[in-house]
């Protein structure tokens, strides 16, 4: 018997919202993957209004795989956590804390590439005419509401862990992110 995976990265913006609303496989890190492709486009979307040199090509290159490896994280999300939900549905409790770590690492991917869009997005800035800044300070806007999202669920899930240094690192390491992040948005 073949296991079907249905592909939501492949669907309209319509599809895969009403996808979110009633499919259980679908997670918040689905969701915040998605804002991040958003939010790169319009990044890609300033790049291409950046005067022509040799760092806009290299922003630009970078705004397009940042937004195609945000669709891409759309489906990994549900692959990272499928370990953990097949063992927690089984009551197997030590092999689900084990499962946990690797369903947690979609979310800790949407915050570390979302972090290295928001330091291109300055550079980027640097190089733009200002009226182009928007786009820029628009991607700031849904980058940074994706990143709490993705950090709320990380607490929230981590607060279930047996494991209380897990806990505290997971917590810790977040703070020190978001105090990081917030200050880059700051510059928007």
Not at 52 to 60: A, N, T, V
Not at 64 to 81: G, V
Not at 159 to 166: L, V
Request: with cysteine; hydrophobic share 40%; proline share 1%.
């Amino acid at each position: 018997m073949a296991i079907t995976l249905k592909v939501f990265s492949n669907e309209s913006i319509e599809a895969f919202s009403n996808d979110f609303c009633s499919d259980e496989k679908l997670e918040t890190g689905s969701l915040n993957a998605a804002a991040c492709a958003l939010a790169s486009s319009l990044f890609e979307r300033a790049a291409l209004m950046a005067p022509k040199s040799d760092r806009q090509e290299y922003i630009l290159r970078n705004a397009e795989i940042l937004r195609k490896y945000f669709i891409h994280l759309i489906d990994d999300d549900i692959k990272a956590r499928a370990g953990y939900i097949k063992e927690s549905n089984e009551g197997n409790i030590d092999n689900a804390e084990a499962a946990r770590h690797p369903a947690c690492s979609i979310n800790e991917e949407i915050i570390s590439m979302s972090t290295q869009m928001l330091e291109l997005g300055l550079e980027l800035k640097d190089l733009l005419d200002i009226k182009y800044h928007h786009y820029l300070k628009e991607m700031a806007d849904i980058t940074l509401g994706a990143i709490k999202s993705s950090i709320d669920w990380l607490l929230d899930f981590t607060s279930y862990s047996i494991d209380d240094t897990y806990k505290y690192v997971v917590k810790r390491e977040n703070e020190l992110n978001l105090e990081y992040i917030e200050s880059l948005y700051g510059k928007y």
